[in-house]
């Protein structure tokens, strides 16, 4: 482990041992001492951990000095220790961005270890967030998260390109399962905005009365069940961005309300008053034609043209041909991987059978259909024999191109709950939908639990 490195800046050079020595019983902490801000100065560029500076420096002041390190390091953390008690310096300090602030006395030194250990922990977490989200962004590459190589794909990749560079308001349409919010996520984990949050909200998922709150926060009492305050989606995202999935299924009054938020980038929460400023991306995301949606008066035209940005339409699995296998290999693959079960092949008539099929509930539906093959094969070659479709579940009819989207959706649901014993939360892991999708069509009696 790489030492922790603490700049103690004391003129004092009595009081400077007596912190040196106790800082120094940690281990970890390596412990540099100076006598003048001239001589820290000089080091400052060697980037330390920490600094530790008394407020009464022979040749500077502790707040020119505090500036003068924020020129050179931004973040590091600084601690101010001083050998008078002023109320208005230390208040004018911490506004400037001091960490701490101490007198000189006789619980200082204990005060001085608490504070650094706090800063150390908030600084190793602030590392692994960073590293994680480095890790994010090497995952959501997107030639590692949008498989394939068809014509219609490549397309995407070019506008997805132009999308990163910009901060414009992007929307997403295609079927359901099309993968909107992988491409969503990709947008986000490869623009600048990377190392902030990607909050995903389902707008289908929420009941309409906790619309406002989930989106926008609500304090204390504002409402019955308000027993504290709730920080919203788009404070949760605020520095990167928001995703808004189904968006067209948002009721007109919140569509009212979500309208004014992005005009003035600004929010009050529910029973609240204070002003939130907002910096966020926005994405969003329907199946539906928001065009004929409008039209019909059940969306805002306004709030259409806010939020149409920079559009990116989705094609079906079905346009997009030989995608087909190297997506299905893929989730053969994982699956194997996941289960320790070897090297898991195709058969020619597996490929064709695949290749055949129009696919209506797209990705989503391909996945599911592999990874039952993957299971059900024997000798690790999935025949066609192996691939059960939805048509096939219930009568091993072909599915009638009248049927809906929505009721081949139902009907794949329906399949996986019965086989995972009604059990939702492993239904919905399995088809990488929300469990809340599945609770809602249960509660519409649109499948059965």
């Known amino acids: 482990m790489n030492a922790y490195n603490i700049y103690i800046v004391e003129d004092d050079p009595w009081y400077g041992e007596i912190l040196s020595y106790h800082l120094s019983l940690n281990p970890d902490f390596k412990i540099t001492r100076f006598q003048t801000a001239k001589d820290f100065l000089g080091k400052l560029h060697q980037q330390p951990d920490l600094i530790t500076i008394d407020f009464s420096l022979p040749d500077m002041k502790g707040d020119k000095l505090f500036e003068k390190i924020r020129e050179v390091n931004p973040t590091v953390p600084v601690i101010v220790i001083s050998s008078q008690e002023n ?101 986000h984990y490869n623009s600048d905005r990377a190392k902030k949050s990607f909050v995903a909200v389902n707008v289908a998922a929420i009941p309409k009365e906790l619309t406002e709150s989930e989106l926008f926060g609500h304090e204390r009492g504002a409402f019955t069940d308000a027993a504290a305050r709730k920080i919203g989606k788009f404070e949760e995202a605020n520095g990167g961005t928001i995703f808004l999935d189904e968006i067209g299924e948002m009721d007109l009054s919140m569509q009212t309300k979500l309208l004014r938020v992005l005009q003035e980038r600004e929010l009050v929460r529910v029973g609240g008053n204070e002003v939130v400023k907002l910096d966020i991306r926005l994405i969003v995301a329907t199946h539906k034609n928001l065009a004929y949606e409008v039209k019909n008066g059940n969306f805002r035209e306004d709030l259409y043209f806010r939020i149409m940005g920079l559009p990116i339409q989705l094609p079906a699995l079905r346009e997009r041909g030989n995608d087909i296998l190297i997506l299905a290999k893929h989730f053969v693959d ?79 649901i329906q399949h996986y709950l019965k086989l995972n014993d009604s059990d939702v939360k492993q239904t919905a892991t399995m088809l990488d939908i929300g469990v809340s999708t599945i609770y809602k069509m249960i509660q519409q009696k649109e499948i059965v639990a």
């Not at 259909?369 to 024997?378: G, K, P, S, T």
């Not at 479709?389 to 809906?404: A, C, G, L, P, Q």
């Open 87 to 187: 109320i208005m310096v230390a208040v004018n300090l911490l506004k400037m961005g001091v960490s701490d602030y101490f007198i000189k006395d006789d619980a200082t030194k204990e005060l001085l270890w608490n504070s650094i250990l706090r800063i150390k922990e908030n600084q190793n977490l602030k590392k692994e967030v960073e590293n994680l989200r480095e890790e994010l962004g090497q995952k959501y590459a997107f030639e590692k998260t949008i498989i394939g190589q068809s014509p219609s794909l490549k397309k995407i990749f070019t506008v997805m390109e132009k999308a990163i560079k910009t901060k414009i308001n992007i929307s997403i349409t295609g079927e359901t399962g099309t993968g909107k919010e992988v491409v969503a996520k990709a947008i």
């Open 334 to 412: 994982d699956i194997a991987k996941e289960n320790k079960m070897g090297t898991i092949h195709f058969s020619k008539d597996a490929k064709d059978k695949l290749l055949s099929y129009h696919f209506p509930g797209n990705i989503r539906e391909l996945k599911a259909v592999v990874e039952l093959a993957a299971i059900m094969c024997n000798d690790h070659v999935i025949e066609a024999s192996d691939i059960t479709f939805t048509s096939s579940i219930h009568d091993d009819m072909v599915i009638k191109e009248t049927k809906t989207l929505r009721k081949h959706t139902c009907e794949i």
